[in-house]
């Protein structure tokens, strides 16, 4: 068991790769295994169609799949967006049998996740109104606190 996958990931434009390193170690450390995730990573759209890897949004999906693949766990991981799980698919489908991809509200999702959460990362709301966003992820905060486990 290893994050050492984890080094490819630092990119000069991947701003989240020290919280993601930190997050990982404790996550094996503490023998962390399932995943949950809302908001999935979407990349960009390049020549109209093309999608590509978008390493200013952190590409938390990519990760965390490849890090369940490595430690024996699965990524549970939710957006609203079809099109946004049809890029993640893409981009993890190397990792496709450790994630679970699901398309639904993040909220709803999590009220009807019946799964133990051991690591819980929420990103679904983009941040351009910081006080939206805040307001959503405390709903999704509140959803998921009866499945979160109660690891040390």
């Keep these: 068991m290893s994050i050492e996958f984890l080094k490819k990931y630092n ?67 939710c957006d609203i967006s079809k099109e946004n799980i049809v890029s993640a698919k893409k981009f993890t489908k190397k990792f496709k049998k450790f994630i679970s991809y699901y398309i639904d509200d993040s909220i709803n999702f999590l009220n009807n996740f019946n799964e133990t959460i051991d690591l819980l990362y929420l990103d679904s709301f983009d941040g351009h109104d910081k006080d939206k966003a805040s307001e959503h992820q405390l709903k999704e905060a509140k959803a998921s606190m009866d499945n979160l486990s109660s690891m040390h």
């Design 11 to 77: 990119n000069k434009k991947n701003i989240r790769y020290e919280s993601f390193e930190f997050t990982l170690k404790e996550a094996l450390k503490r023998n962390l295994k399932n995943i949950v995730e809302t908001g999935t990573s979407r990349g960009k759209i390049k020549f109209f169609f093309f999608r590509k890897l978008n390493w200013k949004d952190g590409m938390s999906t990519i990760i965390f799949s490849e890090y369940a693949k490595n430690n024996n766990g699965h990524l549970y991981t």
